[in-house]
């Protein structure tokens, strides 16, 4: 099982960014995807999850209204639109995978990171 996000980069306040999770090895129709993030000198947090019936699972206020997570499963690739960004929102950002149709809050698999930095 293998997860790959991109699509980070700099951007500025207000600005959006859609982040890409690729995963391979797995049917990505039975998995729970979700995003946690890690900004400098904090702990890793956890953003939002989507679990294999799309259900949405947010993990913290401040994303609701402003973050959305969608998937596709021909594409075996789930999304996190993030819009309104906000200097605190950069970090480096993680996939993760749990082979269960619900978001556990602890994906077995992760990948590795796309670092978003909102900064003007």
């Known amino acids: 099982v293998q997860l790959q996000a991109s699509g980070g980069g700099l951007v500025q306040p207000g600005g959006s960014l859609r982040l890409s999770c690729a995963t391979s090895g797995l049917s990505l129709a039975d998995y729970a995807i979700a995003w946690s993030r890690q900004a400098p000198g904090k702990e890793r947090e956890g953003v939002v999850c989507?679990?294999?019936?799309?259900?949405?699972?947010y993990y913290a206020d401040s994303m609701k209204g402003r973050f959305t997570i969608s998937r596709d499963n021909a594409k075996n690739t789930v999304y996190l639109q993030m819009n309104s960004l906000k200097p605190e929102d950069t970090a480096v950002y993680y996939c993760?995978?749990?082979?269960?149709?619900?978001?556990?809050?602890?994906?077995?698999?992760w990948g590795q990171g796309t670092l978003v930095t909102v900064s003007s």
């Open positions: 989507i679990s294999s019936d799309n259900g949405i699972t």
């Open positions: 993760g995978g749990e082979a269960r149709y619900y978001c556990s809050g602890d994906p077995r698999y």
